[in-house]
């Protein structure tokens, strides 16, 4: 099976990248009751790229006047008939009164955003972002795949969170001959889908073939060569283009196998457009049974500096024509899964790197900005409206125009989304990604208004893992956070040899020891470790306990 064969599997090819790590149907269960029959839910994330506009996406109807005479005079959004236009007419005169711009009223099944959010199929999420933004679009993007916020790299800054949770996730559940990634419609694959201790594993095929993927190296002659050199970084990376190959191949057929099985079919007729393409293609591939776990979709053109609108009270331009993209391949995806159950399994959500300036620009156009919305949709969404509408007269000539105050960090969703939907465990989710800057868990900060409460996920289903652990019964830790010096406290007078050991998130023991307790206290050195979570187990001789540390940056 050659990467040829399977490539062009939409309308317009579009690429795909697969993650070889990332393999596994099912999540561990605590139980097996019927409500914890998750094992076949997936996400499908929409990157709007290159820095969507959302002041002309969802427009502050509240504050419409000085929207449209003094920020935008000449792109403005016109409201020709608030009843239809309105996100929520029940808001009208409070702050969550929203109109959407008008292409995401359109869609043949639906009626587009508009029908969904009707539908209480679709969340409206506003001012999102990260708490120090960054308006270069490689960094920027790079932050959102890496789970960090523009105060540090202290996540990580080679990985992606997605790929630390499928790592940790679906840890016991790989290799396979699926992937549980995949990602269509772009030739760079996501840094996101890059796992901590599977370098490279993400690969990306678009215009590439078995029989010519190594013409790229020097001196190959087109085919995998014969020895490869030991103990060099040369060989190293020459076993890594070797292995990936093969595992192309090997998940070609998995795919291939899935687009064309008798139930693979789409039920409604798409759009003929690129995004329409690759959503058809994910509908399809899941109706044929692949049981890939996250899927990303992309459509670019959202750095619209300038043609954003035609002219003056023209709202046609390149916007409107990505919001009619957008709408209209979404009301067709929804529509197709929700002609059968699969629909009950799927979330899709909607994001870009950042918005873009309250003002408009002279080439009528806007300007790299900070926040902006994101819809989350599907029928185990809870529709509505999360946040209030954005204060536009933060936006002034001494901050240059922007639009800062974020409602929601964007690991707030994802980490709701992976516990609240996908059923991950606080440490999962804290191995995905961790507040830095606060030390504080974005499992105690959900939204939990997103998902329906007949597909919220129990806490008793939580994934298992070793570091799911109980509070420590004999002895006490103290400071936790902690930077350096860890405390260990007995609690009870006689004890006075401990055996320690302290264990990363995914398993590994990265420091171990006895505590000679006669002092009445012993203390573990944490300086060494890098920041994030780790689990303390201590014993006594009789038992065995645990206890959550966060390990803070120093």
């Known amino acids: 099976m050659k990467r040829r064969e399977f490539i062009k599997l939409s309308a317009t090819a579009s690429a795909l990248g697969l993650l070889p790590y990332e393999v596994g149907a099912a999540m561990k269960l605590a139980n097996t009751s019927l409500n914890c029959d998750i094992s076949n839910r997936k996400l499908v994330l929409i990157e709007l790229k290159g820095g969507n506009d959302g002041l002309n996406t969802l427009i502050p109807y509240d504050n419409y006047g000085y929207y449209s005479d003094t920020l935008r005079p000449d792109i403005y959004i016109p409201v020709t008939n608030y009843d239809n236009m309105a996100v929520d007419v029940s808001k009208a005169g409070t702050n969550q009164d929203l109109i959407f711009n008008p292409a995401l009223l359109e869609g043949s099944i639906n009626s587009g955003f508009k029908g969904l959010y009707q539908d209480g199929m679709l969340r409206v999420l506003q001012s999102v972002g990260y708490p120090s933004a960054n308006k270069s679009h490689f960094a920027s993007i790079d932050l959102w795949a890496t789970g960090n916020d523009g105060n540090s790299w202290d996540n990580g800054k080679e990985s992606g969170w997605m790929g630390r949770f499928m790592e940790e996730a679906y840890a016991d559940l790989f290799p396979s001959t699926f992937p549980m990634g995949i990602q269509l419609g772009s030739s760079n694959t996501w840094l996101g889908f890059h796992a901590e201790h599977e370098h490279g594993t993400a690969l990306n095929i678009e215009g590439q073939n078995s029989e010519n993927f190594y013409t790229v190296l020097n001196g190959l002659a087109g085919q995998a060569p014969q020895h490869i050199p030991q103990n060099s970084h040369y060989g190293a990376e020459l076993q890594y283009i070797v292995d990936t190959d093969a595992s192309a191949n090997i998940y070609a057929k998995s795919i291939q196998d899935s687009f064309n099985a008798p139930g693979a079919t789409n039920l409604v007729n798409y759009p003929d457009t690129d995004l329409a393409d690759q959503l058809k293609t994910v509908a399809r591939l899941i109706r044929g049974g692949i049981q890939t776990k996250v899927y990303m979709v992309t459509i670019g053109g959202f750095d619209t500096h300038n043609a954003q609108n035609q002219g003056t009270g023209d709202i046609n331009g390149r916007h409107t024509n990505l919001m009619n993209q957008l709408s209209t391949a979404v009301d067709a995806f929804v529509a197709d899964i929700n002609r059968d159950s699969i629909g009950d399994d799927i979330i899709g959500l909607t994001f870009s790197e950042f918005g873009r300036k309250a003002i408009q620009n002279g080439n009528y156009g806007t300007d790299h900005g900070e926040i902006a919305p994101m819809f989350v949709f599907g029928k185990p969404v809870q529709g509505g409206i999360s946040g209030v509408n954005v204060d536009l007269t933060e936006a002034t000539s001494s901050n240059n125009w922007q639009l800062k105050t974020v409602q929601h960090d964007y690991r707030q969703v994802f980490a709701t989304l992976m516990q609240d939907f996908l059923g991950a465990s606080d440490t999962v989710v804290d191995n995905a990604f961790f507040d830095q800057t606060n030390q504080q868990s974005f499992t105690d900060n959900k939204l939990s208004e997103i998902i329906k409460s007949t597909h919220h996920v129990d806490a008793s289903c939580y994934t298992l893992r070793l570091d799911d652990v109980a509070e420590e019964s004999f002895w006490a830790a103290y400071p936790n956070p902690v930077y350096d010096n860890l405390h260990i406290n007995p609690l009870r007078e006689a004890i006075t040899i401990m055996g320690y050991r302290v264990v990363d998130s995914i398993g590994r023991t990265v420091k171990k020891g006895?505590?000679?307790?006669?002092?009445?206290?012993?203390?573990?050195?944490?300086?060494?470790?890098?920041?994030?979570?780790?689990?303390?187990?201590?014993?006594?001789?009789?038992?065995?306990?645990n206890k959550k540390i966060v390990k803070a940056a120093v």
């Open 514 to 545: 006895k505590l000679n307790l006669e002092l009445g206290y012993g203390v573990i050195d944490m300086s060494s470790l890098k920041a994030g979570v780790y689990v303390v187990q201590l014993s006594d001789g009789e038992r065995t306990t």
